[in-house]
T-cell receptor
């Protein structure tokens, strides 16, 4: 079983729809990232969350630490939002001087928004 | 301007050849990471680098791989003798700690 699970794997929406992508994880974390990967392959960091909720433009990300769950919402979706959205969790802080944070990635959600 | 730039964006190499992938951060960072993504699969952790030494590495990061910061700025990933299965997108990331990580655009490595 993957330590980071995303759902759905694929999502097709009509322009203007409200979209939700979910991420559940089974390991302890110090933060969670939502990333966007475009067809060309490049990765862009959208949010880093350790609690609560963040909003940037039409994107909203929430996290529930107790339930080990995070959601990414896109309001008023647009075809340019079409991409793969990846949830990545960051390991707990390393012991002082003994290491770095490590990221575990979900398999991604492929979103296609139709005009 | 991106926080980190990777070069080359795409490299094609013959099996058995050595390749060096480069990562150039804009500002000073202490934490560096290499990840790879085989086509159609999820991103996988390769290695983390802190204070000029390897901090952690995955089982993928075997003796064929090495990392270094040759001039205190660039961060490189070397694959000594490439195999077909090394074909993947390789991502460098910098930052971390209390700040978010920044990812490079990736280098697409194709081994033929």
């Amino acid at each position: 079983k993957n330590e980071v699970e995303q759902s759905p794997q694929n999502l097709t929406a009509q322009e203007g729809e409200f979209i939700t992508i979910n991420c559940s994880y089974s390991v302890g974390i110090s933060a969670l990232h939502w990333l966007q990967q475009h067809p060309g392959g490049g990765i862009v960091s959208l949010f880093m969350l350790s609690s609560g909720k963040k909003k940037h433009g039409r994107l909203i990300a929430t996290i529930n630490i107790q339930e080990k769950h995070s959601s990414l919402h896109i309001t008023a979706s647009h075809p340019r939002d079409s991409a793969v959205y990846i949830c990545a969790v960051r390991s707990p802080p390393p012991l002082l001087g003994s290491g770095t944070y490590k990221y575990i990635f979900g398999t991604g959600t492929r979103l296609k928004v139709l005009a | 301007e991106p926080e980190v730039t990777q070069t080359p964006s795409h490299q094609v190499t013959q099996m058995g050849q050595e390749v060096i992938l480069r990562c150039v951060p804009i500002s000073n960072h202490l934490y560096f990471y290499w990840y790879r993504q085989i086509l159609g699969q999820k991103v996988e952790f390769l290695v983390s680098f802190y204070n000029n030494e390897i901090s952690e590495k995955s089982e993928i990061f075997d003796d064929q791989f090495s990392v270094e910061r040759p001039d205190g700025s660039n961060f490189t990933l070397k694959i000594r003798s490439t195999k077909l299965e090394d074909s993947a997108m390789y991502f460098c990331a910098v930052g971390g700690g209390q700040t978010e990580a920044f990812f490079g655009q990736g280098t697409r490595l194709t081994v033929v």
